[in-house]
Every structure is written in structure tokens, then in C-alpha cells.
């Protein structure tokens, strides 16, 4: 392991000049927390990596979860047993890699009337699913009577509760997940690039992929990337570049869509976090983050726009009915919603199954080419996804190239640089953080919370760039901190990079955009040497994911 890792800066420009002149080991198309999972995995065994994305980092499904590690409990009534044991193990390792990130979530199971699982069923699954996922400890499941499950969620309606089942997950931010893995890999070599989009494959002469032809769409330069092998995991895209490369093979993705509302804090004040029934009998979680709550998801077939994926009021009164159901006192409507995300779910296609019914399994396409395409899965196993994808990679090389490469180290490579070892190392760093805000003149639980589970130790990079900004209030100081932070450290190539998958404001914040949005779009201006064409696309842009998060369509985006 690298345990001399200290900051890395992502940039561009000098990557973009190494990647055109080397010849790698493997080329990974995507940059979501698949294709991130197998650059670290990759790269930390010592195969040179790279990876290109055709968008931003994470700005497909990568960032449109629940934003849960989470086992996958619905799982288990679907006997999808390996999943949930491979998910569930895989939460506690996730956790330690990045404590700050990955953070303890007990979840409330209401056990009502007329719900969808009963009191016997429910003890049972639990206890199934600690064990699965070898729980421990106070993380183990306890079965609560009515007035315990009131206490813990007084929102809950007293005339159909009988209880409730009260269990482990965890919560994170799917992007920063993402971008952690992928400044991670890049300090093992990986060269990882954003927005430079495949265009096509080029062959040997007997017919195999040997590299990729790219577009960077900051310049509009065109080049070639070789390797000796290359991975797909472009997400719903996966089909897309199979049939570029050849043939489907009677496999092939089954997308659906998945949508979660965003509400003030005020207006769904949930205690904790709840797994509740929906009317049609699936499964929904709120759960409070920050200043709001989100609640979500929805689970529908998609044959729409892949690049712009939208809520429509169909999806608002399915979830806003299943809430009202739930929480009565609260009667949220569709003007309550502050903000809201909709995303795609890769899944492979089954014969006479439902959308809820669909495995999530990930699974490893070879196609007569070499081309190898991974599809499904989940966030949660993202380490063990890369495994398998680099174990077929490193099959079909070993009898053409000798490799000097170890076994898969990922499971003791922490996510962030002076990383975290506990929840006590990150309380901890709390309490110091607060006291360096103090000094500034600044006490704000809500910022420390956000700095610390954003940015881990990082943060301190932030902090200290504070006093480089004079005659603004400590806010905006904040605010550009993290800006300058995201450009030098993080690849920040657009308003959207930075608005929702650098920070997730556009989610969990949407205030500050409008408040700030002109001040961070001066200093890209002034930073990155953006021209007035450039700023008005990227205000442009903005402004059309503010409008995608607010408004809700009659009908999807074709």
C-alpha cells in the first residue's frame, strides 16, 4: 500500500499529454464508481491505467443514488442471498476506507396494517441480514414495540403502527465516493481523465481492440489512446459502445429510471432515516441530510434521453402519495419539493421480470474483439465489481505479457490522504475544525458537518486557504475556498462540476447557487481563463440543471 500519499492534483493538461505518447495495460471507458473502482484496483496492482469520461466524473448514475451503502434488505425477498451477503460485508469495509464519507444510518422499518412486512417476517429478515453481513455489536437489528418506534419517528401514523424493525446502514455522496476513488488511483499512476469522450475502436489486424480513438471537449483535439486491453463501464452507455464494437449476443441492458424529492427540513421533519411502504408495495427511504430531506426512489422502465433524464409528475405523485400515506401530519404537495435528482439504473435484461424484480448482479460481457463490458451492479460493491472485472482482464493477458502485478490490495487502501482510521478520528477532527472556524468569527454545526463529511482532512486545505479572499463575509470565503480547491485538486472543468458533483448543492443546498452562482462564475472566469462564449455556455448549462432539479415534465425527454 502507498502509505506516503499525500494531496493529489488532477490536471488535465499534463495528463492529456501523457496518456497521447504511452501505451497502457487497460483503457476503462466511464467515470463512474465502476469504472473509478477498477482504476484504483487496477492501478494499485501495478497495471498502467487509464481512464476517459465522456462527461464529468460521476455524472451518470454515479450520482443519482440513494446515496446509501447499504446491504440491500428488499434483496432478500428475492433469495438474491449472494448479493446481500457480498453487499452487506462490503458496507464495513467502505466504512473503513473512508469514515468521514461512509457514516453510520440506523434505519426505521415501520411495521403497519396493512404493510408489506410483518412483524415475524421482518425479525427473521433481519437477523438473516445481520448475519449475512456479519453485524456486530449495537449495529445489530432490535425489534421495537410501538410506543419505542413512535419515539424514535413521531411522525409515523399511531393508528396503523403495530412497530418496527430498527437496523444498520450507511449513508454517502455517491460523487465524492466516486472522486475519491478516482484521485485515489491517479496517485498509483492511473491517468484519469473528464470530459474526453471515445468516438471509436481501432483493431489489430486480427480484428482486436488495441486502443481508442478520443475527443477532448475543451479544445475539440482529436487522438489516439492504445492499450492492450480496454474495459467498458459506461453505465446505460454500455450497450451503446458494445454495438460500436460488434454484435449484443442476445444479452443486453434494461434501464429504469429512479427518482428521489428533495424537501426543506421544515416541511418533512423526519428524526431519522425510514424504509416505508409505498401503496403499490415497493419500498421507499426518507432520509434527512443537512438542512433537508430527500425521499426516493421510484423504479420505472426508461426508453428517454440517456444524457438528459427527468422527473415527470407522474414520478412527483407516486412518491408524494406514498409520503402522505406514511408521515399524514405532514401533506407535502408538489410546491413543497426543493429540489430533485432522476437517474438510470443499468440492468440486464430478464425474460418476465418487473422492473423491481430485475437483478441487480453485476455482469462481465467478452465480445469476440476483447472488449470487456461490465454492467449492473450496485454502488455498494463497486471493490468487488473491479475485482472480478480485473481478474478477466489480467485471464486473457498473461499468456501474451509478462506482468509484475499482485493480488487485489484495495480492501486496506483508504480513500483519502491523512485518512481517518474511526468515527472518534472524525469526531475529533470536528472539534478542531470548529475551533479554526471560531477563530474566523464563524460557529456553524450545519458547515462543519458538510466540510468534514465532504472533504475528510482535506478540508484543512480549504481552511487554510481562507485568508486569501478579503472583503467578503466568511461565507463566500468558504464558498471560493472550496472552488479553488475543486480546480486545483479535483478537475472542476464547468459550473455543473462544481454545483452538484463536487459539493451536491444542487440537492442539498440549492439556496446557495442562486446566492452564489455569479461569484463562482467570475472566479472560473478569472481562474480558468473561460472567454465570454465559454461563460454563457456554462451559465447556460446551470441553468438548465436548476430547471431539470425544480420542474417536473408531462412526459419524458426523448
Known amino acids: 500500500m502507498n502509505a506516503s500519499r499525500t494531496f493529489s492534483s488532477l490536471q488535465r493538461e499534463a495528463q492529456l499529454q501523457r496518456l497521447q505518447s504511452a501505451k497502457y495495460d487497460l483503457i476503462i471507458i466511464g467515470g463512474g464508481v465502476t469504472g473509478a473502482g477498477i482504476a484504483l484496483d487496477a492501478a494499485s496492482r501495478g497495471l498502467k491505467t487509464c481512464l476517459v469520461e465522456k462527461n464529468d466524473f460521476a455524472s451518470g448514475t454515479s450520482n443519482k443514488s440513494t446515496k446509501l451503502i447499504h446491504g440491500g434488505l ?96 450507511y449513508r454517502t455522496d455517491d460523487a465524492r465516493l466516486t472522486i475519491e476513488l478516482l484521485k485515489t488511483a491517479h496517485t498509483y499512476g492511473a491517468e484519469i481523465i473528464n470530459y474526453c469522450e471515445m468516438t471509436d475502436f481501432i483493431y489489430s489486424e486480427k480484428n482486436k481492440v488495441k486502443g481508442i480513438t478520443c475527443v477532448d471537449h475543451n479544445t475539440g483535439a482529436k487522438f489516439i489512446i492504445n492499450s492492450r486491453r480496454i474495459v467498458s463501464a459506461a453505465g446505460p452507455w454500455v450497450d451503446k459502445l458494445r454495438k460500436k464494437d460488434g454484435p449484443l449476443n442476445n444479452k443486453h441492458l434494461y434501464l429504469t429510471k429512479g427518482v428521489h424529492l428533495v424537501f426543506p427540513n421544515k416541511k418533512l421533519p423526519v428524526k431519522q432515516s425510514v424504509y416505508f411502504d409505498a401503496p403499490d408495495g415497493r419500498m421507499l427511504f426518507a432520509i434527512p441530510r443537512g438542512k433537508v430531506t430527500y425521499v426516493g426512489t421510484t423504479d420505472t ?89 480485473n481478474a478477466k482482464v489480467l485471464n486473457t493477458m498473461k499468456k501474451k505479457h509478462k506482468l509484475n502485478v499482485t493480488g487485489s490490495i484495495t480492501r486496506n487502501i483508504p480513500l483519502t490522504p491523512l485518512a481517518f482510521k474511526s468515527l472518534e478520528d472524525v469526531d475529533a477532527f470536528k472539534k478542531v475544525l470548529r475551533k479554526k472556524l471560531l477563530i474566523e468569527g464563524y460557529d456553524s454545526a450545519y458547515t462543519i458537518e458538510y466540510l468534514t463529511s465532504t472533504y475528510g482532512s482535506q478540508a484543512n486545505k480549504i481552511i487554510e486557504k481562507l485568508s486569501d479572499f478579503k472583503g467578503v463575509q466568511l461565507e463566500e470565503k468558504l464558498l471560493l475556498a472550496e472552488l479553488w480547491y475543486s480546480i486545483n485538486f479535483e478537475m472542476m472543468n464547468s459550473l455543473p462540476d462544481f454545483f452538484v458533483r463536487r459539493t451536491g448543492r444542487l440537492f442539498f443546498d440549492i439556496s446557495s447557487i442562486y446566492d452564489y452562482k455569479i461569484t463562482v462564475l467570475n472566479y472560473c472566469i478569472d481562474q480558468l481563463q473561460w472567454d465570454s462564449k465559454r461563460a454563457k455556455q456554462e451559465m447556460k448549462a446551470l441553468e438548465l440543471l436548476i430547471t431539470d432539479a425544480t420542474t417536473f415534465y408531462e412526459k419524458e425527454i426523448l
Not at 338 to 366: C, M, N, T, Y
Open 74 to 169: 428488499r434483496y432478500l425477498k428475492q433469495f438474491e442471498i449472494g448479493l446481500v451477503k457480498e453487499s452487506g460485508r462490503e458496507r464495513a469495509t467502505v466504512h473503513k476506507l473512508a469514515p468521514h464519507l461512509v457514516i453510520p444510518e440506523k434505519m426505521l422499518l415501520p411495521l403497519t396494517k396493512d404493510g408489506v412486512y410483518g412483524a415475524f417476517l421482518t425479525s427473521i429478515g433481519l437477523k438473516v441480514y445481520d448475519i449475512l453481513a456479519n453485524v456486530e455489536g449495537d449495529d445489530r437489528r432490535k425489534m421495537l414495540d410501538k410506543s419505542e418506534t413512535l419515539l424514535k419517528e413521531p411522525l409515523l401514523e399511531e393508528s396503523t403502527l403495530l412497530g418496527g424493525g430498527y437496523y444498520s446502514e
Open 301 to 389: 422502465p426508461y426508453n428517454g434521453s440517456l444524457n438528459r433524464v427527468v422527473s415527470t409528475k407522474q414520478d412527483v405523485a407516486y412518491i408524494l402519495q406514498a409520503i402522505n400515506a406514511t408521515f399524514k401530519t405532514c401533506n407535502v404537495t408538489i410546491d413543497d419539493v426543493q429540489s430533485s435528482w432522476a437517474g438510470l439504473r443499468p440492468l440486464i435484461h430478464e425474460d418476465a421480470a418487473s422492473p423491481s424484480e430485475l437483478s441487480r448482479k453485476d455482469e462481465i460481457f467478452v465480445s469476440d474483439s476483447g472488449l470487456i463490458s461490465i454492467a449492473g451492479g450496485k454502488l455498494t460493491g463497486y471493490r468487488k465489481m473491479a475485482q472480478r472485472v
